[in-house]
């Protein structure tokens, strides 16, 4: 490693320390000509990741793009902060562990289908009505209807209710009531 005041190749590493992701390796380092300390970070460069779109249009892997639709989905849902950056944090590990080159945006979709379907029903079919392109209230009911029909399958603690699609309709009057407590 070369010193950034003198250019000189001679340094030695006085601190090492990994940093809280566990990718990143912070080290301390000191000149040995003109004794002067800087810090340098370490990280694995991962290999490229290329994502193949419906269109046909290849785009690198883009793990932030990921984490914000996510963050649409999960919004104003009761999960935990962080949520969405975990699970974006999650697939890219899968993705990145197999070994491949490129993936399918559709199969990155199912992916973050499936940790939402086990999250939070609503965020799942909030994902689903964007990344499925659903063309119009009816095929959103089917899809509402399908994960109604899997509703067994809810994350622990998450509540499920009954739905019930049916048109409203106006209670009937039961005559006339004021308030007062004088009839």
């Known amino acids: 490693m070369r010193c950034p005041a003198c250019s000189e190749r001679d340094t030695r590493v006085v601190d090492s320390r990994d940093l809280d992701d566990s990718a990143t390796i912070r080290r301390r380092r000191e000149c ?13 460069e991962s290999a490229r990741l290329s994502v193949a779109k419906r269109d046909g249009e290849r ?14 989905a ?35 979709g199912e992916m973050a289908m499936e940790r939402l379907r086990q999250l939070d029903q609503i965020a799942l079919v909030r994902y689903m009505s964007v990344h ?7 095929q959103l009911k089917r899809e509402v209807d399908r994960v109604y029909a ?18 409203v309709t106006a209670a009937p ?3 006339s009531r004021r308030r007062g407590g004088r009839a």
């Open 32 to 44: 040995n000509a003109c004794s002067t300390r800087f810090t340098t970070y370490e990280r694995v």
């Open 59 to 72: 785009q690198e892997f883009d793990r932030q793009k990921l984490a914000a639709g996510l963050e649409k």
């Open 74 to 108: 999960l919004w104003r849902r009761p999960v935990p902060a962080g949520t969405a950056e975990d699970v974006a944090d999650t697939i890219e590990a899968i993705l990145r562990s197999q070994g491949i080159a490129e993936v399918a945006s559709a199969h990155i």
């Open 132 to 138: 499925q392109r659903l063309e119009g209230i009816d």
């Open 150 to 167: 899997q509703r067994g399958r809810a994350a622990p603690g998450q509540t499920t209710l009954p739905l019930d699609l049916s048109p």
């Open 173 to 175: 009057a039961t005559g």
